[in-house]
């Protein structure tokens, strides 16, 4: 990135960010909570899905037998592009002028699992075919079964307090342990799930599901979200107390259009990165969305089909979380643009 670029993003955010931060302390926080107290939050995150692929698609009947019974967000973006800077945003709410799915990234700042803990709030991420909790590693790129967790779609992993921490390391957990914990109702009040690239809708280079087997991935995407959802949904918790499962896509599709870094869309939500005329990854400059992507809301106490028209995106995601449980407003969820998912949870 040009410096001279970089150095008027930087200041143009921190601005922003200044601001809202202003406002946020100027108003107190002291309105009338719009959303309940969750108990439990359990966030399932797709891959690289626009919602066009996603609404009506006969290969995905359990999403969209899901879509249509419970909340569904229809003006849902994707922050940007590529992945890890979606996932970086959905837990610190910024991608931190990340445009790039390098797994050597290191990030140095406040995100959910500081806020959490600093509210004994309890949390655990689990992974798909990651080999143990912990783990730390990047596998390799090609071929086998060994490529099926990537270190891009773990995001805990890619922040110092986490992976710096074997203790809170040790919360990023392999998928298999979610079993056991809603088994006998020791599941911790914030969740993220993790698919691997064959259960997530994003796919790999190899046999064992191939970027260009669109139809493959798109039942077993639908397959591991059925199987998810009535897992948390049968388990003794679901029903003892106001929980939530979320369930979205970080971005949207891939087509190879190279005037958009290879993205079949840019559209996007409020605080969006915008790039100016010759950056590298979106040469015509301009916002640099992750695309509209479905967004699904199942409440255990709103359990009724509504669709929120607003547009919103990870932030609000993010920011409905924290109003929630009183957590601090991180990053561009300060920001009184950014418009949290209240709606799916009033009375």
Not at 316 to 331: F, H, R, V
């Amino acid at each position: 990135m040009n410096l001279k670029f970089g150095k008027t993003l930087l200041a143009a955010a921190m601005l922003s960010l200044a601001v809202s931060a202003s406002a946020d302390a100027m108003h107190g926080r002291d309105h009338e909570r719009e959303i309940p107290r969750f108990d439990h939050v359990f966030i399932i995150m797709m891959e690289n899905t626009g919602a066009q692929n996603v609404v009506g698609n006969p290969q995905m009947p359990m999403i969209n037998r899901l879509i249509n019974t419970f909340g569904y967000a229809d003006n849902y973006y994707g922050v940007t592009h590529p992945s890890l800077p979606n996932y970086v945003a959905a837990i610190s709410g910024s991608n931190w002028w990340s445009q790039s799915d390098d797994p050597t990234q290191q990030f140095n700042h406040s995100n959910i699992v500081d806020s959490l803990n600093a509210r004994h709030i309890s949390w655990a991420a689990y992974m798909q075919s990651i080999p143990y909790a912990g783990f730390t590693g990047q596998f390799s790129a090609g071929g086998a079964s060994s490529a099926l967790y990537v270190l891009k779609h773990d995001p805990f992993m890619l922040f110092k307090n986490v992976y710096a921490n074997p203790q809170e390391a040790s919360h990023v957990q392999p998928l298999r342990n979610l079993t056991q914990a809603l088994r006998i109702s020791d599941v911790a009040k914030y969740v993220w799930i993790t698919p691997d690239v064959c259960h997530d809708m994003h796919g790999m280079s190899g046999s064992a599901c191939p970027y260009s087997n669109t139809q493959l991935l798109y039942s077993q995407g639908d397959a591991f979200v059925g199987q998810m959802v009535k897992a948390i949904m049968q388990s003794p918790i679901w029903n003892n107390g106001n929980n939530v499962i979320f369930i979205t896509w970080d971005e949207g599709d891939y087509d190879g259009n190279t005037a958009n870094g290879g993205w079949a869309n840019t559209q996007g939500a409020p605080d969006s990165p915008i790039l100016q005329p010759g950056a590298q990854v979106f040469p015509q400059g301009g916002v640099y969305g992750g695309a509209n992507v479905p967004l699904i809301a199942i409440s255990s106490m709103h359990p009724y089909h509504m669709v929120d028209h607003q547009a919103t995106n990870h932030y609000s995601m993010l920011k409905t979380i924290e109003e929630s449980w009183d957590l601090p407003l991180l990053a561009f969820t300060s920001d009184d643009q950014v418009s949290d998912l209240a709606s799916f949870f009033a009375n």
